[in-house]
Structures are given as structure tokens and as C-alpha cells.
């Protein structure tokens, strides 16, 4: 602790410092030679040709990546009007869940029921059902808009997600908290409003984050109900160039999002887990 | 504000912790709980600020039966304060929000007109420049001090301390009971369990030798370490002292 790591002083420094160069050089070895023999040895694999000009086309990357990028737009959109609604609904529902009061109880019901049959159904299929069934009514515009009804889907499913990531976190706070705040005459609400919501929430702020990452991902489903996002778009490139380059194009924009939102929410967990030692 | 407890029963499943608590509290006294670890002080001082339901028997603030189930123990911990042995501070808090959090809620009161209420209360227990640290900033003998100023804060009429210095090093031991020396010249009415026997015998005005969930000798500091009527009581003593 407190010295540089990368200017050794003590005897044991020195020892751990020479131990990672070698494993440095191993590692960095063996991947050299993973990654040279993928590319000498795919090339040669008698469909290769044909894969290449498929799904690694360049031309066709050049064409469509443009529209690509611009048909993430609406992910986004989708996602950033999706996100604050559902940690609105999920702290709703994590407070619900957990009310003592005997009159509230309908209320807790409702919560733990809606959280159960939210969690337990594939997002796929809350989608179609509330994305075709609603609309499916015959409503007037805008209410039969198929944007409306699938992100309502995905806000439904995953609040009950976020719902139960806020609980366990509720649930971490020790009890010794609420005694304290108890002992000094506060109220039940102002024990859970001023004392454990703000450590739980805290607490819970990397295992949410890995929830949105999913939501983002999550948003090319309502593709099978109608909006044009990035994953339809993508199809719609690959049939008009009969060409599943666009796919790899649209996996690249995912990944360009994912992976560091990703590594942050673990750089938060790997923080708060060394705070707590 | 007198605290009277009769015939104060409580068990935790079938295991009895408390087997029958007669004890009166008057303003200005100071009650020191000395007993073996498990010997029920903790649990005691709980049911006192209603943290804790008792099984049977009464509890009376000024002559109202606090303990009566569905009484509500809202305003009673505020006229009945509480520190811990683990301070319990609140960690997303800075010392000064911990301190104004339930005059605030409470009695409705603004920052603005509390913080030169509580400056005075940090500046007399040596923590002046200490108001906007986080808890986590704070050496023990610090939390703690700010855990018995958060109390303090709410007026509360009597003062229940569970063996606060117990968790502290050695040497931050002292600048805690000097806060209780303090406050006992004031004349706070103050129940302290603990097992700092020499500030016991220095300060309190009864001491109770709580042994299997009974005050089992009650009586000046001096009667108690002197002269110790029971076997118990001296078997306790001469391993603790
Ligand atoms: N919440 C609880 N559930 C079950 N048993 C409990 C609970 N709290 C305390 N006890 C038991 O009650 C008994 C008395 O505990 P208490 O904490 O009051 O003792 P104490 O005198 O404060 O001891 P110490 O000096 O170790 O703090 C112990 O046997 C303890 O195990
Ligand atoms: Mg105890």
C-alpha cells in the first residue's frame, strides 16, 4: 500500500513484480499464437470465400453502416424514454413490496403478483402480447402505435427487475440503521425515505446499471412488432443486398455501447466491494 | 419526566431475558447497568425506547403506560434518547445532516434555524471543524461523539447509552466519557449499561447488577464495589475489576 507498484523497493515488490512480467509475456504469447493460427487456418476452410463475401463484405459495410448508425438513433430514443420510467415504477413497486401497513396490503399484493408475472415471462413474449394484443382493440391513433404499447412492455418487465435489484438492496441495510433512526423519533416513511432508500439505492447503482445494458439490448425485440430500430433496419439491408453484412455492422454499434457501459458497472461493483473490506 | 419500569418481562422465543425489571428513574439520576455479557443491559435499555415490545409488566412515562401495546412509540423516543455501541451513525450523512435530520423531520424545523443551535453542541464536545466530515472521515471517539450530539439534538429528557465505548481503541475512550461527565454536570438524567466500571463508581448515583435478566443488587457505587451483599455480585466484580 502507498508505493508505486511499478518502482519496486522491497524484496517481496520485486518478486511480484518480476512474477507479472512473466505472466504478462505468457499470456501475451499464447494470444499472439491463438489469434495467427485463426488467421492462417480460417482462410484456408473450404466455405470461407463464400462466409466472406456473406458476412464480412465490406462494400456493403461502407453502404449500410450510415443508416445503421442512424436507425440506432431510435434505440436510443426508445431507451432513453423507457429508462427513468421504469426506476420510477421499480422503486414504486420495491417500496410496495415491502409495506407493513395491514390497510396497504391489497397494495403489497399487487406488487409481489406483478412482479412475479413480470419476472417469470420471456420479454419476447410480453411484447407481442401487450405490443400486438392492445393496439389489437381497434384503438384511434396514437393510441394503436406500436412504440407506445411495446415500450410499455419493456418498462413493465423491467421495473419488476429493477424492482427486486432495489429490494435486496432495502434488505442490505443492517437493522442497527433503523434502529438508530427510530430511537431519535422519526417516522416509519422518513426511516425508509431519508435512511435506507438512499444507502440501498446506492448500494444497488452497479447490479441496475447491468439491468439498463440489458434493456439496451433488449430494445432490438420490439423489432418483431413494427418500429424500424436498428435490428429491423439491419434486415431490411440484408434482403435488399442479400447480404448479412449489415447484422456484423449492427453488432459492432451494440458492442461500441455495451462493453464499456459493461466494464464501468464492474469498475463501480469491484469499488463499492473494496469500500465495504 | 420520571421512568418507572414494573415487573419488566422479555423473551426471545422461549429463551426469558428479562424476568421481572423494577426500576425508577427520577430527573437528574444517573443509572449505571453492570452485569456479564448476555445478562439482558442491551435488551433493557431497548424496551425502555420502545425498540423492543416487552412480554408482560409496565413501563410509565409520567405515570402513562408507554409499553401498552399499539401505544405509540413515536413521541416517546423523542422525549427518550439513544446511543449505541456502534454509533450507527448514518453513512451517506455528513456529521452536521446526521445531527439535523430528526429536528428537521420532526418538528418541521429549517437548516437554516437549526445550525446555530447544533454549532454550539459541536464546538462544546471539541468537534467544531469536524461538522461537514462523513462518518467515514471520523476516528470512533468522533462518531460517537456526534452519535450523543444527534441525540442530543431532539431536547430528549432522558439519555439511554449502550456500552459506548466499547468499540473504541483504548486511548478515544476518554474523550467519550468526558461528553458523559459533561453532561451529567448539567444534570441530564442519563442510564448508561457499561462496563467501565471506575467511571461507574465515579459518576453514577445508583448502580444495578443486572445477572440472568434480574437487577439483583441495586445501590450507591459505593455499597455495590464496597460492599456487595451478593455472592454473584462480588464472584462478577472480582472478575471485572
Ligand atoms: N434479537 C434477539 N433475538 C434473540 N435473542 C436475543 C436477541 N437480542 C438479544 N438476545 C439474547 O438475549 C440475551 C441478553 O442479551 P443482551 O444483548 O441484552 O445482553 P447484554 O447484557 O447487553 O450483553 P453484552 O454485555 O454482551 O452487550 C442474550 O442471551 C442474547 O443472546
Ligand atoms: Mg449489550
Known amino acids: ?277 | 419526566m420520571t421512568l418507572v419500569l414494573e415487573n419488566v418481562q422479555k423473551a426471545f422465543g422461549d429463551v426469558p431475558v428479562l424476568r421481572g425489571i423494577d426500576l425508577t428513574i427520577v430527573p437528574g439520576q444517573m443509572i449505571c447497568l453492570i452485569g456479564a455479557s448476555g445478562s439482558g443491559k442491551s435488551t433493557l435499555l431497548r424496551c425502555m425506547n420502545l425498540l423492543e415490545p416487552i412480554d408482560d409488566g409496565r413501563i410509565l412515562l409520567d405515570g402513562v403506560e408507554i409499553s401498552e401495546p399499539g401505544h405509540d412509540p413515536q413521541p416517546v423516543r423523542q422525549r427518550i434518547g439513544m446511543v449505541f455501541q456502534s454509533y450507527n451513525l448514518f453513512p451517506h450523512m455528513t456529521a452536521v445532516e446526521n445531527v439535523m435530520l430528526a429536528p428537521r423531520r420532526v418538528h418541521g424545523q429549517s437548516r437554516a434555524a437549526l445550525r446555530p443551535r447544533v454549532e454550539p453542541l459541536f464546538a462544546r464536545f471539541g468537534l467544531a471543524d469536524r461538522m461537514e466530515h462523513y462518518p467515514d472521515q471520523l476516528s470512533g471517539g468522533q462518531q460517537q461523539r456526534v452519535a450523543i450530539i444527534r441525540a442530543l439534538a431532539m431536547r430528549p429528557e432522558i439519555m439511554l447509552f449502550d456500552e459506548i465505548t466499547s468499540a473504541l481503541d483504548p486511548e478515544l475512550v476518554g474523550e467519550v466519557l468526558d461528553v458523559l461527565r459533561h453532561l451529567r454536570g448539567e444534570g441530564m438524567t442519563m442510564v448508561l449499561a457499561t462496563h467501565e466500571m471506575g467511571f461507574a463508581r465515579e459518576l453514577a448515583d445508583t448502580v444495578c447488577f443486572l445477572d440472568q435478566g434480574r437487577i439483583l443488587e441495586a445501590g450507591p457505587p459505593s455499597q455495590i464495589f464496597e460492599t456487595p451483599q451478593e455472592a454473584r455480585t462480588r464472584a462478577f466484580l472480582s472478575r471485572v475489576l
Not at chain 1, 476452410?45 to 448508425?69: H, Q
Not at chain 1, 407493513?100 to 406488487?111: F, G, H, K, Y
Not at chain 1, 434493456?215 to 430500430?229: C, H, N, R, T, Y
Open chain 1, 1 to 277: 500500500m502507498g508505493s508505486n507498484p511499478s518502482y519496486p523497493r522491497t524484496k517481496r515488490q520485486i518478486y511480484e513484480a518480476r512474477q507479472r512480467r512473466r505472466a504478462n509475456l505468457i499470456g501475451g504469447l499464447s494470444t499472439a499464437a491463438v489469434l495467427m493460427a485463426i488467421v492462417l487456418l480460417v482462410p484456408l476452410a473450404p466455405g470461407w470465400a463464400a462466409v466472406k463475401r456473406v458476412f464480412f463484405n465490406g462494400e456493403v459495410f461502407a453502404k449500410t453502416f450510415p443508416g445503421l448508425l442512424n436507425a440506432f438513433l431510435l434505440d436510443i430514443a426508445i431507451f432513453l424514454w423507457c429508462a427513468p420510467l421504469i426506476a420510477v415504477l421499480g422503486l414504486a413497486l420495491a417500496i410496495a413490496r415491502d409495506l407493513r401497513t395491514p390497510a396497504l396490503t391489497p397494495l403489497r399484493l399487487a406488487a409481489v403478483g406483478f412482479i412475479d408475472v413480470f419476472r417469470g415471462l420471456p420479454v419476447i413474449l410480453v411484447i407481442y402480447l401487450i405490443g400486438f394484443g392492445i393496439p389489437g382493440l381497434g384503438l384511434p391513433r396514437p393510441w394503436n402505435s406500436p412504440y407506445l404499447w411495446g415500450s410499455l412492455a419493456l418498462i413493465l418487465v423491467y421495473a419488476a427487475y429493477v424492482a427486486e435489484v432495489i429490494r435486496s438492496g432495502i434488505e442490505s441495510v443492517h437493522d442497527s440503521q433503523r434502529n438508530a433512526a427510530l430511537s431519535l423519533g422519526l417516522s416509519g416513511s422518513d426511516v425508509m425515505r431519508f435512511v435506507v432508500l438512499p444507502q440501498a439505492i446506492r448500494r444497488v447503482v452497479p447490479a441496475n446499471m447491468n439491468l439498463f445494458i440489458a434493456l439496451q439490448k433488449d430494445v432490438a425485440l420490439l423489432s418483431f412488432i413494427g418500429p424500424v430500430e436498428i435490428f429491423r433496419q439491419a434486415g431490411v439491408y440484408k434482403s435488399l443486398y442479400a447480404n448479412f453484412t449489415p447484422y456484423l455492422g449492427a453488432a459492432l454499434i451494440f458492442l461500441a455501447i455495451t462493453i464499456p457501459a459493461t466494464r464501468y458497472a464492474d469498475h463501480l461493483m469491484n469499488r463499492q466491494r473494496k469500500a465495504r473490506s
